[in-house]
């Protein structure tokens, strides 16, 4: 699978932006999708996912009750609201695809890594 993630840009403290991933192949409805981040100097981290369905979504504390993961599996797409951004959101962001058919959604189990956007949010 190919991952294309879009929607990054500069934001003021308090903004929003939403981020999209399109991915090809026509197998995308059977597989978790999450998101990934990398601030500078700091390892990635994990930040959303979403179940196969879109029935069920989990996030990093850090970003709970902020940002929204959703996708679109007509569309092939799995999209990341942030809402309520910080300047410590500042990072490079990344979709990833997790396992078929299973929520074991441990970091490790996430692969086919699509190009990051660049989101920076200014204070």
């Known amino acids: 699978v190919q991952l294309q993630a879009s929607g990054g840009g500069l934001v003021q403290a308090g903004g929003s932006l939403r981020l999209s991933c399109a991915a090809s192949?026509?197998?995308?409805?059977?597989?978790?999708m999450g998101w990934f981040r990398q601030a500078p100097g700091k390892e990635r981290e994990f930040v959303a996912a979403?179940?196969?369905?879109?029935?069920?979504?989990y996030y990093a504390d850090s970003v709970k009750g902020r940002f929204t993961i959703s996708r679109d599996n007509a569309k092939n797409t799995v999209y990341l609201q942030m809402n309520s951004l910080k300047p410590e959101d500042t990072a490079v962001y990344y979709c990833a695809q997790g396992p078929r058919f299973s929520w074991n959604i441990a970091a490790t189990n996430f692969d086919s890594w699509g190009q990051g956007t660049q989101v920076t949010v200014s204070s």
């Open positions: 192949g026509r197998t995308f409805s059977m597989y978790v």
């Open positions: 979403i179940r196969w369905s879109g029935a069920s979504t």
